[in-house]
Structure formats: C-alpha cells, structure tokens
C-alpha cells in the first residue's frame, strides 16, 4: 500500500503515544481513522486534535481484552466509513516483576491486553479487510519480542506470542494472495506513557537490589525514540509491505545481538542488570538519570504538500466530535 489518501485505518490506543502518533501522521495524508482506547478523556484530546485535518474521525471507548466489544468496534467502523484498509493494533501494557512474584492475574492482565487484544483485532478486522481487498494489518510486538530480559516475563510471553502470531498470519495471507498483508513491528525504547501507567509486582529487588526503583530510571533515560518518529517508521514500513519493523537504534543493536549471541546475550544482561544494581549502591550521587520526556503529540497541523480530501459524514453514533465535553 504506496498511498494513504481517501482509505481508512483503525488503530487501537489512540488516547496517546504512538497510536496518537499513527492517527495524526495518517490523517495528515488524508487517510480516514476510526479511533478507539480504553480511556475517553485521551481519545477525544487526539479527536480534538485531529480538527484541522479534512478526514472522517470516528472513536470509540473500546477494551480491546474484550473479545465482543472488539467486534462490535469493527462492524460500527465498517458501517461508519463504509471500509477498512489497515489495521493498527498498537494498545498495550508494561508489567515488571519476578516469575516467583507475579500472581496469576498479573499474567493475565498482560496477555489479555497485549496478546488477546491483537487476537480480537486481527479476527474482528480481517474479514472486512478481505472484503476490501486491500488491506495491512500491524501488530506492536517490541524488542522483548526479539530477546528476553529479567523481570518482564510477562511482557516477554505477550510480546514474543505476538511476534509469532503476526508472522504466522503473514504467511498464510502470502498464501491466500488475497490482497492483505501484515506487519510486525519491533519498537526499542519509545517516550510514551506506557512506562508511567505499567505495573511493578513482587520480586524485583530480589532481581536487581536495593535501588531497583533507580535502576528502573536509570533504563527509562534509554527511551531515545518520540512517537512521531516511530510513526513515521512504522507507515514506511506499511508502504513497502516490510515483514518486520524495527523502531531505534537500541532495536537494531538488540536484534543483533541476539543473532550473533543467541544465547550468550542471557549472560550479558544479568551482567548488565547486576553491574547498573550495584554501581547505584556505591557511587548513588554519581547516577542521577535526567527525567524521561514523554511524547504528547500535542499540536497538529496540516500539511501544505499533501493534498487534503473532501470530509466525508461518519456515522453520528459512533463519531466523537471535540465539542462532547470529555477534554
């Protein structure tokens, strides 16, 4: 899919980070969005932001965990702008702790979000897109994806499950010829607020010392990609039908490493790990990691060089107009 304009893409967790990104990079080229996220004061800030692009905005307040509610999205969608093109199943959560300290919920408070809601996405969407006959699925796996680190076991499982999955599904649609494809897509560290809002349970002292909390931060300084640029990475990656997507530096030197050491990469990162754990405890005022920018994407507007569309009407129960008194 070279082009954009006058087709419609849907994207879940839309409220911020990199699906606020797609949506304001997408609409920006013309292309129509049905937006959705758990989160409804977020999701109409980007529908308000979205105002000054001449593209059709539908939203919903949508848990993509929830198998009904996911199809309910898709069909409303459908039925709103008349078709679907790309999909963006980019909702997800962080959790961090020990495989002894997760509870069970903890494991399936991660899978349903990050894993399942790729499922209900890619399920729901699918058939209208085969319908179409010119469709792009994008699932957000991440560089835990690609190798696995201590203390994220249930972010590895979804992210890797997802990683499977989405090139599983690549295959098949290489098979049928239908006129859909996918991508995987593999982001490094994003400044987005998916590391404010991610849960830490038990055992992660144990794993990486007293100053856990600080070695946390000191990784968090690592997010070096703003969402718009992984956005951007992202639909370049759509236009030339990429298998995969790495997002960052940091991605790339991962993907790497786990090539060339497949297994060896294990024992640098406890090596890692330990070392940052304690040169904090020795030298704590040397350590001091600068505050982690998040990416708001708060102001949009359109671009001159790009042709803008006509504004189609969407469906008045499903399209949120800026004025309904959420943000």
Known sequence: MKEFAGRVAAITGAGSGIGRALA???????????????????LAQTVALL???????????????????????????VSAHGQINLVFNNAGVAQSGSVQGNTYADYEWVLNINLWGVIHGTKAFLPHLVETGDGHIVNISSVFGLQAQPGVSAYNASKYAVRGFTESLRQELDVLNNGVSATCVHPGGIRTEIVRSSRISDGMEDLFGPEEARVRQVFDTLLLTSADRAAKTILTGVRHNSRRVLIGADARLLDLEQRLLPTGYQVANNVLCTSVGRALTLFPSVFKPMPTRVETTSSAQPDPSVRQPDKRRASPRQATPAHNGLG
């Open 51 to 77: 105002e000054p692009f001449q593209v059709t905005v539908t939203s919903a307040v949508v848990d993509v965990a929830d198998r009904d509610q996911m199809h309910a999205w898709a069909t409303d969608t």
């Open 24 to 42: 304001l990079r997408l609409a920006r080229e013309g292309c129509h969005v049905a937006l959705s996220d758990r989160d409804s004061v977020r």
